[in-house]
């Protein structure tokens, strides 16, 4: 799957199996966050603002843009 209109034309069962491995990255990455910065209440939201962010990086890559402005891109958010 090159892009999120392509989605919907997935069978049902690989939709299901999408979800299912989207969801569970995202409790992983609230675990790692707890576990990184203790229990604060504000890991969920920011691992959706890291979901949100890399699946644009991914949606841009898939365009085709330079490679360089997209690592500087990942570089600039890092730090």
């Not at 209109?5 to 939709?15: G, H, N, S, V």
């Not at 979800?19 to 910065?37: C, G, P, V, Y």
């Not at 890291?50 to 891109?73: A, S």
């Amino acid at each position: 799957m090159n892009s999120m209109r392509e989605f919907a034309d997935l069978p049902p069962k690989a939709r299901q199996i999408m979800i299912a491995n989207m969801t569970k990255a995202h409790q992983l990455l609230i675990d790692n966050l707890a576990a990184a910065r203790g229990g604060t209440d504000d890991n969920e939201s920011l691992a959706d603002l890291i979901i949100t962010f890399f699946c644009g990086i991914c949606l841009e890559q898939n365009l085709g843009p330079d490679r360089t402005r997209i690592t500087k891109k990942i570089e600039a958010s890092c730090s």
